[in-house]
């Protein structure tokens, strides 16, 4: 059966207080970003956003625990993920702007984002498949909501991995809504976590509002992973905002969540609390958190705008590997209807 673990504590972990001013230092860029992204957004600067705030306890945590060579394949809430594990904001920005995913230069082991719900699964299965026939000592992170335990993909890619004995983590971050669905409507199981019991692995809830708990239990998996047994992870979070920018959560969510404190309160502000009380960080230090990661944020905006907007070419160069038929069809459509635009509505691409 699944464990849950919650609240652990610098004094009963192997983590000490400069893993804990990263996670701090990790929260907060994230944050940052998260808010800007969203104010971009509402002004136009991108189509739509999927924004975060609240899981950054529960991706900066689960970045932390993955070494240097294991894959990450996250879904599109894993911006705070993505960041903390090293990706550039702007390498972000610029794909919510219709750019390729990444534009800047790095051998970061990250497949794109995975828009599609629970299309990552299989992949990170096959990573891990990959692995077990080359011999390597990586593991494979793929993250997913609460909603994705309904597609098929999820259970397909969990009995694969349980039966090849694949090194696959599932990090689930339990938001407690499907857009608009509770989780009570997306599965009579107790829990997510309990749901490993019927592929053969292990299941584990963790307070996915404590870094350091998320951390050291993502560490735990991926160590079991690499051992050949997969484990399934359940961030126990929630959705402070809306599912995305199109979405309108007063519409469904009540005000005041049948949850425990632990889990609806803002983990960044719970956070530099409890390293306040342990001496870890003080008010110099926030300071020059939050100063930094503005620096660093108004850098990746200015980077951002630099970068020529797509033309609709763009939209089929990586389609596939090559031309096709279908696609050359697509792509002169989009070109005269890219020269007709100026005569209806009197601008240009």
């Known amino acids: ?88 904001m702007s390498d972000v920005l610029l794909f919510r702007r219709g750019h390729p995913e990444y534009h800047s230069d790095h051998d970061l082991p990250i497949l794109p984002q995975a828009v599609p719900i629970a299309s990552q699964l299989p992949h990170a299965v096959g990573l891990g498949m990959g692995r077990n026939y080359r011999g390597n000592g990586e593991a494979a992170l793929v993250c997913f909501g609460d909603g994705a335990t309904s597609q098929g993909d999820t259970h397909e890619a969990m009995n694969f991995a349980g039966v090849f004995e694949t090194p696959t983590v599932f990090f689930c971050e339990n938001n407690g809504w499907a857009i608009s669905h509770p989780r009570d409507r997306q599965t009579a199981s107790e829990s997510i976590a309990g749901k490993a019991d019927a592929y053969g692995f292990e299941g584990v809830q963790v307070d996915g509002n404590d870094p350091l708990a998320v951390r050291e239990v ?104 090559g031309a096709s038929p279908h696609l050359d069809d697509q792509r002169a459509d989009c070109r005269r209807y890219g020269e007709r635009r100026p005569l209806e509505d009197g601008h240009g691409d």
């Open 1 to 88: 059966m699944h464990r849950l673990i919650a609240d652990r504590s610098l004094d009963d972990s192997w983590l000490g207080p400069e893993d804990a001013r990263a996670a701090y230092r990790d929260m907060v860029r994230t944050r940052r970003f998260d808010d800007r992204a969203l104010a971009l957004q509402r002004r136009g600067w991108m189509s739509g956003y999927p924004p975060f705030r609240g899981q950054e306890a529960a991706q900066v945590g689960a970045a932390h625990a993955m070494r240097d060579e294991d894959w990450l394949l996250p879904t599109y809430r894993s911006n705070a993920l993505q960041i903390a594990r090293g990706v550039p």
């Open 218 to 321: 993502v560490s735990e998996a991926l160590a079991s992973a690499r051992d050949g047994a997969p484990v399934l992870v359940e961030a126990l979070t929630y959705r402070q905002g809306a599912h995305t920018t199109a979405d309108d959560p007063d519409r469904y969510r009540p005000a005041d969540p049948d949850l425990p404190e632990w889990r609806t309160r803002d983990p960044l502000d719970r956070f530099e609390e409890y390293l306040r009380a342990e001496g870890v960080v003080d008010d110099a230090f926030v300071a020059e958190t939050r100063e930094r990661a503005d620096e660093e944020l108004a850098e990746a905006v200015a980077v951002a705008e630099d970068v020529a907007p797509p033309g609709g070419d763009d939209l089929f160069d990586f389609v596939y590997a």
